[in-house]
């Protein structure tokens, strides 16, 4: 699952780029938009947003009818109609066992959410996930709220993996290129 403290830091980008990566090493992925504020991964991707999760969740469709995939091996669940009860929909247990068939079915399920600091809905995605991968702007970090966002993590018992540095400005000398 990717989050980050703030919004705009780039977990949407960093998810659907980190899904083509792992496609394009062979590895049977699935991209689960579960903003359910501000979906971002079907514009990403050109795709169509007519039903996604929400569908699954509502028990309207299975996901083998909603899924898209944009690139071999790299499929796509968008959100679909934005939904008056995200947290509702996050909480249910249909998402517990809907992550559990994803779960046997892929190699990758990447899951992009909201920002910690906007609304609880990562902290409850987290309880459903098995690592957190923290997106932070390295043009503007701040102590504090990466604080604020790992304790929010931690409080829930989620297993945060380690950090995504986005944007961050890397000095030619820094680059090896591979041999
Ligand atoms: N490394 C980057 N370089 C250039 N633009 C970026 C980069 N990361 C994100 N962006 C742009 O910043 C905006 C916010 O990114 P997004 O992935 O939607 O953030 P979030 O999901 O955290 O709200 C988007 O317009 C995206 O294209
Ligand atoms: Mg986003």
Redesign the pocket.
């Known amino acids: 699952m ?1 989050t ?1 403290p ?11 780029n980190l899904g083509v990566a792992l496609a394009q090493a062979d590895r049977s992925t699935l991209i689960l938009d579960c ?1 359910l504020r ?1 979906p ?1 991964v079907h514009k ?1 991707f050109g795709l169509r947003n007519d039903r996604g999760i929400v569908a699954i969740l509502a028990e309207e469709r299975r996901w083998q009818e909603v899924y898209q995939e944009p690139l071999p091996g790299l499929k796509v669940i968008v959100v679909g109609p934005i939904p008056p009860n995200p947290m509702e929909l996050l909480s249910s247990r249909r998402f517990a066992e809907f992550l559990d068939q994803a779960r046997q079915e892929f190699d990758y399920v990447l899951i ?1 959410t ?2 910690t600091d906007l609304v609880p809905d990562p902290a409850v995605v987290a309880t459903q996930g098995d690592g957190v991968l923290l ?1 932070l ?1 390295a043009r503007d970090i701040r102590k504090g709220a990466v604080l604020r966002a790992m304790r929010r993590l931690q409080t829930v018992g989620a297993t945060v993996l380690g950090t995504i540095m ?2 961050a400005k890397v000095s030619k000398g820094d680059y090896y290129p591979p041999p």
Do not use: H, Q, Y
């Open positions: 990717l980050s703030g919004p705009r830091e780039g977990k949407s980008t960093i998810c659907a903003d501000r971002m990403i992009d909201p920002a997106v702007d986005n944007d």
